[in-house]
T-cell receptor, first 114, second 112 residues
């Protein structure tokens, strides 16, 4: 157990809908990262937060948004869902978010868009 | 941008040694990580190299050559539980706060 908690574990929804994925980092970790993993693209970095502030942005679509709350948990919002958004979404955390640290990954949310 | 290449699949026999290669192209290399990911599970950290040379940790070792843009993960005394995907990830200082870019992973199948 990495100490990073993600909910829900599975999510099935329809095209055009909006969903929210939730992540609680390890105790003491200030930085949260979101990754998307699909079979053909591998693990793709979406966005990083540190202590409530956005720190880095990767290949995140405009339909997607995220935030980190004062209690350090983070939410990833996916809207106007398309079939291609079906993937495994991972949250990871680290202490300072400098990139010099190893990441601790949650068990992921499997999103299926039908 | 970054380009990370790993073989898609490898097979090996229990008790053997296997080397998984990773080549990368990046303008601001600032470290390389290896992660292990079992099917349907979260990636877990294996090793980290920032300087040239070999880092050994039990049955696993990782090597880095910055001049060649090359790393390998060496797994010794293979066990069935080592069947997993192995992800090479590169940190680039030009990506701002050094975010990690992952390769697509190498699926290793260990057979009896």
């Amino acid at each position: 157990d990495s100490g990073v908690t993600q909910t829900p574990k599975h999510l099935i929804t329809a095209t055009g809908q909006r969903v929210t994925l939730r992540c609680s980092p390890r105790s003491g970790d200030l930085s949260v990262y979101w990754y998307q993993q699909s079979l053909d693209q591998g693990l793709q970095f979406l966005i990083q937060y540190y202590n409530g502030e956005e720190r880095a942005k990767g290949n995140i679509l405009e339909r997607f948004s995220a935030q980190q709350f004062p209690d350090l948990h983070s939410e990833l919002n996916l809207s106007s869902l398309e079939l291609g958004d079906s993937a495994l979404y991972f949250c990871a955390s680290s202490v300072e978010g400098t990139g010099f640290e190893k990441l601790f990954f949650g068990s992921g949310t499997q999103l299926s868009v039908l | 941008g970054q380009n990370i290449d790993q073989p898609t699949e490898m097979t090996a026999t229990e008790g053997a040694i296997v080397q998984i290669n990773c080549t990368y192209q990046t303008s601001g290399f600032n470290g390389l990580f290896w992660y292990q990911q079992h099917a349907g599970e979260a990636p877990t950290f294996l090793s980290y190299n920032v300087l040239d040379g070999l880092e050994e940790k039990g049955r696993f070792s990782s090597f880095l050559s910055r001049s060649k843009g090359y790393s390998y993960l060496l797994l010794k005394e293979l066990q069935m539980k080592d069947s997993a995907s192995y992800l090479c990830a590169v940190r680039d200082r030009n990506s701002g706060y050094s975010t990690l870019t992952f390769g697509k992973g190498t699926m290793l199948l260990v057979s009896p």
